[in-house]
């Protein structure tokens, strides 16, 4: 109750920043495929993973929040700080190439829906219009500006939501399947939910996360609480709000994708989605035009919101790693090695798009790269966030602990489920 009564708090809403961009550059352009792949396959059956994979998601986003605010440092800076640098180095390498492969995958997917929703021209023209746009924007823009924008783009998830109430929906069947699915436990039901749980809980997201706080930090010329405890509870339950409503607007984005594809193509024996425009195009034909055109439009509006992200997490941590100057506030030539990580992924991700590559190999890859590393980096996020050393009185409370340590344990089970059905 207490939560929701912040809600009101007019200065807690204007403070929605950080979490609430982070959990919906979650349902990222790659993500939507793997839902709507979940929904056309198992149709209602896999919704629970949402439900399951949304209090994970607040555990573990709220830690990586915690460790930014209170010491002021991103992510990587507070890893280097308290472990070996091998141990860094393979973490960050691991993470610039999972990011630079779902950037391809997002930029694609976004030249693809464009390419329907105009009716002509190239796929690949259109991909590169978007990755340059996005690059454009985060160079050229003053960071208070950049987070408005980003704010603004969240938007573009409601399309998801709309596109369910342009078609009929067994409300009642939804509501059984969710608390009771019903499928078999075999290769495809398992590689599909160790996907999802991938998409949802992504290496990148903690990194950008804690970054984002402690660019907060900076933009209001405000301490780490650290160094300033005075306004701790303030700033905690700011981020705790956050983080909250970031995450729950993501899964239940996520639920009404699975929910268009159950009701749509999973219903009309559609089974096999390759990508989020496969999608898209899909449902043309079954839920009309409306519906195709909303879905199509979210894909490139994610997507704008998901590649600056991707692109800037991996720029974050790769500057940290090396004690770089780094930041979205500060002017290119103030922070050239920052915006040249961004370049360099953002490109690479477009480059790869011309690679003679299978795009759902590559993000499988991806996936694969993310479900190994997210797992030791929450045990180091866990571990930095009960260090004294850095965290000084604001180590994690028992409810937050146990939290993260949920995460841990089934992140690590479908790991292991992952090598099982590979």
């Not at 919906?24 to 495929?33: N, R, V, Y």
């Not at 056309?40 to 209090?55: D, E, I, R």
């Not at 160079?139 to 342009?166: D, E």
């Not at 590649?307 to 790693?321: C, D, F, K, N, Q």
Request: glycine residues 8%; hydrophobic residues 55%; charged residues 10%.
């Amino acid at each position: 109750m207490k939560l929701l009564q912040h809600i009101t708090d007019h200065d807690a809403v204007k403070a929605l920043g950080p979490g609430l961009i982070t959990g919906a550059a979650d349902d990222d352009p790659s993500g939507i495929a793997t839902y709507s792949q979940a929904g056309a396959q198992f149709g209602f059956n896999m919704l629970w993973t949402l439900v399951l994979t949304y209090p994970l998601m607040v555990g573990i986003q709220l830690v990586s929040a915690r460790i930014g605010l209170v010491t002021g440092r991103g992510l990587a800076a507070n890893i280097r700080r308290a472990y070996p640098p091998a141990l860094l180095y393979c973490i960050v390498l691991l993470l610039l190439v999972a990011n630079i492969v779902n950037i391809a995958a997002d930029v694609a997917a976004m030249g693809q829906a464009l390419r329907l929703v105009i009716g002509l021209g190239s796929a690949h023209f259109y991909s590169l219009g978007c990755g340059f746009l996005c690059l454009a924007l985060q160079v050229f823009l003053p960071y208070r500006t950049y987070v408005r924008y980003l704010k603004w783009l969240t938007l573009g998830l409601l399309a998801y939501i709309a596109t369910v109430f342009a078609i009929r929906m067994p409300w009642g069947e939804v509501a059984h399947a969710t608390l009771m699915p019903h499928f078999e436990w075999n290769r495809a039901s398992v590689g599909l939910i160790v996907a999802v749980f991938g998409t949802t809980i992504s290496p990148y997201l903690f990194f950008w996360q804690a970054s984002q706080e402690v660019e907060e930090l900076r933009d209001s010329d405000t301490q780490a609480l650290r160094k300033a405890p005075a306004a701790a509870a303030r700033h905690l339950r700011r981020i705790k709000l956050d983080t909250f409503i970031g995450m729950a607007f993501s899964n239940i984005v996520a639920f009404f994708i699975i929910l268009t594809a159950a009701a749509t193509l999973g219903a009309h024996g559609i089974t096999d989605i390759q990508s989020s425009a496969q999608a898209a195009e899909a449902l043309r034909p079954i839920a009309g035009e409306f519906a195709f055109f909303v879905f199509a439009l979210g894909i490139v509006g994610t997507g704008m919101l998901a590649v600056p992200v991707l692109a800037g997490s991996a720029a974050y941590a790769v500057t940290e790693s090396f004690k770089w100057k780094n930041g979205l506030d500060m002017k290119a030539l103030q922070a050239r090695e920052f915006y040249a990580i961004i370049a360099l992924a953002t490109v690479g991700g477009m480059a790869l798009n011309f690679a003679p590559v299978d795009p759902m190999q590559a993000l499988l890859w991806s996936a694969q790269i993310n479900g190994v590393i997210a797992v030791p980096i929450m045990v180091v996020m866990l571990l930095l966030a009960h260090d004294k050393a850095i965290m000084g009185r604001f180590t994690l409370s028992r409810r937050h602990t146990f939290f993260g340590w949920l995460g841990v344990a089934v992140m690590a089970c479908a790991v292991v489920a992952m090598f099982v059905v590979a």
